[in-house]
């Protein structure tokens, strides 16, 4: 059997920080199916496929080839689990270390089942009552009942196998269910592996199941090195400044730099490197994280990122400042609106669209469109009116996020309309929405 054997990245830091495993130390409670899985829906599959695109058959018996683990049983896709439940604890631990050191574990026979609105979803076929032990797809189901029988101080004498198990493509999900499961919480250096050859598999999904059981050293390794954003929940309640600084560094999503700016707010700015990729961050394209660091920096005494201090050199700038202040204060929203609003006041206009409008219902034309199916309004308000309506104005009419030239407000797509004139170089005189009622179905 060939094994691949998956460099550990950040292996030094990882041993620095990751304990031994401790005697005892074990899984809690049996895993989910010990044995099989129910066979797949009765109904016809859409398709049988394999991941090489073939038509998938069991593996044949090799005449000749050495004994493996668990031969002696006679295992068959029939009844492979009364055999096993007859085995001693003692034994049957011996076996499934040895059987899991075998491998070839990866089944290609899979069906396609409809899921709705036209989607599919893979999922492994029933194994074939006369499969033996030569078949990957019998063998990862016995798999699952070895990975069961195993302790905490099995899981290095097996790690190859639980890094090849973290590995094995779509659908699988089960068997890394168990091996997250077993490989016991505190053990960096195991589990930073298994995060590494899920990750050169393709199975994020799998490596950021493995970030809970992480120290908050080896989260930080996992977050720095390895872009584990789901390793950032873990990092302690007090990360160093070096580590949040090269997380931020890392361009992240606007959820992760959320998180690393909030636990930011407990380590000192003094810190150069961090001071700068909160910097950066409060030019960050998205609005609630450039509030947040903006926030964070005029704690530390520079408040030259807030948005009533930035330049208003056209709209785009007049539109993002808008946009970070409706994150970081409704009075610092209401400064920002009071310097743009125009002198007669601002109109509010909104649009509202429903998806389903029967065919001879009646159009009240309330607002002289002709389209039941549309209703718009337009209100002025007066400039000593605007601070009754701040609330309001702040929570429903300004933008929350803009991307590609498109802001969006609570419930829909708002348009700011500026103009210029009355000895003013920009004026604020319109704020439009555009509102659809949600869908439902496909």
């Not at 040895?98 to 069906?111: I, K, N, T, V, Y």
């Not at 930073?192 to 799998?206: M, S």
């Not at 059981?213 to 090195?225: E, F, K, Q």
Request: charged content about 25%.
């Amino acid at each position: 059997m060939r094994r691949q054997r998956i460099a550990t990245v950040g292996l030094s830091v990882a041993l620095a920080v990751g304990g031994l495993i401790q005697a005892g130390c074990g899984r809690v409670g049996p895993g989910p199916g010990q044995g099989p899985r129910p066979a797949a829906s009765a109904a016809a599959p859409r398709a049988i496929t394999t991941a090489d695109g073939a038509a998938a058959t069991g593996g044949a018996s090799r005449p000749g080839r050495p004994g493996r683990a668990l031969d002696g049983l006679g295992l068959t896709g029939a009844g492979w689990e009364p055999r096993l439940a007859a085995l001693s604890p003692a034994r049957a631990r011996a076996e499934a270390v040895a059987f899991l050191r075998e491998g070839e574990l990866r089944c290609l026979q899979l069906e396609e089942h409809e899921v709705g609105c036209g989607d599919v979803e893979q999922v492994f076929a029933p194994v074939d009552p006369a499969a033996d032990l030569d078949d990957p797809c019998l063998r990862r189901r016995v798999a699952r009942w070895a990975l069961t029988r195993l302790e905490a101080t099995d899981v290095h004498a097996v790690a190859d196998a639980l890094a090849e198990i973290v590995a094995l493509p779509a659908p699988e999900r089960e068997l890394a269910d168990e091996v997250v499961a077993l490989v016991p919480p505190g053990d960096d250096a195991l589990r930073l592996r298994l995060i590494e050859a899920a990750l050169a598999a393709g199975r994020a999904d799998v490596a950021d199941l493995l970030v809970a059981g992480l120290t908050p050293g080896g989260a930080a390794v996992a977050v720095v090195d390895l872009g584990r954003e789901a390793a950032i929940a873990h990092l302690g309640p007090a990360p160093a400044a070096g580590t949040l600084a090269a997380a931020l560094a890392r361009a992240p999503s606007p959820a992760a730099a959320l998180q690393l700016l909030d636990a930011a707010a407990a380590a000192s700015l003094d810190d150069p490197a961090l001071a700068a990729a909160v910097r950066t961050a409060a030019g960050d394209d998205d609005c609630a994280v450039a509030a947040r660091a903006a926030v964070l920096l005029d704690a530390a005494g520079d408040d030259q990122y807030l948005p009533h201090r930035l330049p208003l050199r056209g709209e785009a700038d007049a539109t993002r400042a808008l946009c970070v202040a409706r994150h970081v204060s409704p009075e610092e929203a209401m400064t920002v609106v009071w310097s743009l609003v125009a002198t007669d006041g601002l109109e509010l206009a909104t649009t509202e669209r429903r998806l389903w409008v029967e065919p001879d219902e009646p159009d009240p034309d309330l607002d002289g469109d002709g389209d039941p199916a549309t209703s718009s309004t337009r209100e002025r308000i007066e400039p000593d009116a605007l601070d009754a309506r701040a609330a309001e104005l702040v929570e429903a009419w300004l933008p929350l996020a803009c991307h590609g030239g498109t802001c969006f407000a609570a419930g829909g797509v708002v348009t700011l309309g500026y103009a210029s004139g009355a000895g003013r170089g920009l004026q604020l005189v319109e704020i439009a929405v555009a509102r659809h009622e949600e869908g439902c179905g496909c």
